[in-house]
């Protein structure tokens, strides 16, 4: 008996990306330059220090003590307590 053997396909060739959109023309300094026209639009960032675990951990504890040992917020505690230390109002 003879084995037929079959041909496999070639492996498929990579199709061609889509029509190109036309750049955007480049402004003359790409840094000072933002898309929306003036830097009054930006927002400035203030650095921020990182606070510690630990100071985070003893200002937390301490709102649970004060309301009574109370169980269950303790995640606002912890919230309450890295806002009083980075100064953010609430």
Same mark, same amino acid.
């Given at each position: 008996?003879?084995?037929?053997?079959?041909?496999?396909?070639?492996?498929?060739? &990579?199709?061609?990306?889509?029509?190109?959109?036309?750049?955007? !023309?480049? =402004?003359? #300094?790409? *840094?000072?330059?933002?898309? +929306?026209?003036? &830097?009054?639009?930006?927002?400035?960032?203030?650095?921020?220090? !990182?606070? =510690?675990? #630990?100071? *985070?951990?003893?200002?937390? +504890?301490?709102?649970?003590?004060?309301?009574?040992?109370?169980?269950?917020?303790?995640?606002?505690?912890?919230?309450?307590?890295?806002?009083?230390?980075?100064?953010?109002?609430?």
């Amino acid at each position: 008996m003879s084995e037929t053997i079959k041909k496999t396909k070639a492996a498929a060739k &990579p199709r061609k990306a889509a029509g190109k959109k036309a750049a955007e !023309p480049m =402004s003359a #300094d790409p *840094v000072t330059q933002n898309h +929306h026209g003036s &830097p009054e639009n930006h927002s400035t960032v203030s650095y921020q220090p !990182p606070i =510690s675990y #630990d100071a *985070v951990a003893l200002l937390a +504890h301490r709102y649970w003590k004060e309301r009574g040992h109370r169980h269950g917020q303790h995640e606002e505690d912890w919230f309450r307590a890295e806002q009083e230390l980075r100064g953010e109002a609430s």
